[in-house]
């Protein structure tokens, strides 16, 4: 059973930092990208960061410059840092796995329970 244990939320001022992390466990299947989405009171669930096999990112372009995605194949880690927090960072945050079956290219998606990030003075 794929499992995925985010951590390192909380509570943060304005300009500060925090990292979060997703472990990503009881995989059968390659992992073909991984990322990291956020949710807000009464909006839609939206795309921070994203990581593909390959080692390409893509980011929200409110983000870009400020979050770094990276990950650490051996320990099926994906990691967000985040710096100089916004107000308007505050979310949820839901770390995704997209594992790929190659022989039939099929594409199983997974999701974490989420984190709690708000910033706030």
């Known amino acids: 059973q794929v499992q995925l244990v985010e951590s390192g939320g909380g509570l943060v001022q304005p300009g500060g930092s925090l990292r979060l992390s997703c472990v990503v466990s009881g995989i059968t299947f390659p992992i073909y990208s991984m990322g990291w989405y956020r949710q807000a009171p009464g909006k839609q669930r939206e795309l921070v960061a994203s990581?593909?096999?390959?080692?390409?990112?893509d980011y929200l372009d409110s983000v870009k410059g400020r979050f770094t995605i990276s990950r650490d194949n051996a320990k099926n880690t994906v990691y967000l840092q985040m710096t100089s927090l916004k107000p308007e960072d505050t979310a949820a945050y839901y770390c995704k796995t997209r594992l790929i079956k190659e022989l039939t290219m099929t594409l199983y998606d997974y999701w974490g329970q989420g984190t709690q990030v708000t910033v706030s003075s």
């Open positions: 990581i593909h096999r390959t080692g390409n990112t």
